[in-house]
């Protein structure tokens, strides 16, 4: 085998269906555990967010606001996973893939707030290396803390490489070589002037990009799936229907292949899930760690919403717009169904709106992951040689726009893989930690 066949039969053994099961009985744990906080605080966590300007005037210089930290969380999770990944779980598991993959992602918000939380609640109590929060901090509490503290810095920093900027510019570069047949190496050549430029200005020239780039990015994708839904209106009773009925097909439970069926859709759309929302990988808990951890359970509600609008309305209106186009079973796959679904309604110019939302989802998730990655590297050369990581990670961006895009997506499994089951130790050795502390807010606010 070559080394992408290799990664790919790696990837597809670490990502099993009893793997997935795990990872959906760990999440339906901590929601019952946590006695449904991503429904019983769903109103709360949105006050939290509309209030959180006024709090973030009182922040500390060199800190992140928690509204910036939020920023720059959604910037990181909706990227070309949700616009090119829901269509990949279609096209490979059916219609149903869409609800398996919702039903994970709202189990998932209850790790979302628990890692945030966790990540904030020992700022100015305790510190380890250069953490002063954020996971490296609570990993390091831990039995074989020092290793499982940098080992979740390793797998931060190569998924911010990875997942952040090759997947991204990739993505990126594929989508405009299609739609305006410019060559790959042109786009790399772009992409690389513009994050070497975003990282030499700083970490404040960072959050001034996303600042910029996440509100544009969800109001145009907003704006633009919504017409297709309003054109195919009458279809989407009928697409809902089929997602749901697909779905839970009571006679998949009798004889090997509907089984099988059953079992590659439920797969398809939890692993799809997992990489769109992120929540159990610990990379939210980074820039929240960055904050002033001045009210820690209410930024925790906060950035459960960062869930909720990547999945239950950016995946859930990208897979609407698929199937009710009737688009999906027409053989193709990735951001080629999204484009066809979008030329139903737009024409010719749906090739270009969808290239330009490729282009400006993976650029914001490049912009937000350079963040993310600089305080993992920092972590671990205790701040030394940050030109080497400027460096490193534009030469990422150019590779990432001229690779195999299956070496690109298998490499990106791999290390979801390790990053997860680091930082969820952390998770189940505070979880009765993040419970009572819960319930003591509640008590005072009740």
Known sequence: MNLVETIEYISAKIWSFPFLIAFLGLCIFATFFLRFVQIRYFME????LFSANASDKNSEAGELTSLQAFVNTLGGNIGNGSLSGVP?????????????????????????????YLGMIFIG???????????????????????????FAFFCLAYAFICGNVVQCNSVAAAVQKSWNIDVYYTSIVVVAFIGYVLLGGSNRIVQALDKLVPVK???FFLSALYVLVYHYQAIVGALYLVCSSALKTEAVFGGGLAFTLQKMMATGFQRGIFVHEAGL??????????????PVKDGLMSMLGVYINSHIVCLMVGLCVIASGVWNNGE????????????AFGQYGAWIITFLVVNFGVSVLVSYAYVGRICWNFLTNGKWSTAFIALYTLAAFAGSVM????????????????????????????????????????VNS
């Open 45 to 48: 966590s949105l006050r939290s």
């Open 88 to 116: 990949v779980a279609i096209s490979v598991g059916g219609p149903g893939s869409l609800f398996w993959l919702l039903v994970m992602s709202t189990f998932a918000v209850a790790l979302r707030y628990a890692e945030v």
């Open 125 to 151: 109590k305790e510190r380890f290396g250069r953490a002063k929060g954020g996971p490296m901090l609570y990993l390091s509490m831990l039995p074989g803390g020092y290793f499982l503290s940098y080992a």
């Open 333 to 344: 796959t990735g951001s080629a169904l999204i484009i066809s679904s979008y030329q139903t």
């Open 218 to 220: 969800v109001a145009l």
């Open 282 to 295: 610990g990379t939210a808990a980074v820039p929240f760690g960055e904050t002033g951890g001045k009210q």
């Open 404 to 443: 195999d895009v299956k070496l690109a997506w298998s490499s990106s499994d791999l290390v979801t893989a390790g990053l997860f089951v680091i930082n969820i130790s952390g998770l189940i050795w505070f979880m009765n930690k993040i419970k009572k502390d819960l319930f003591d807010y509640e008590n």
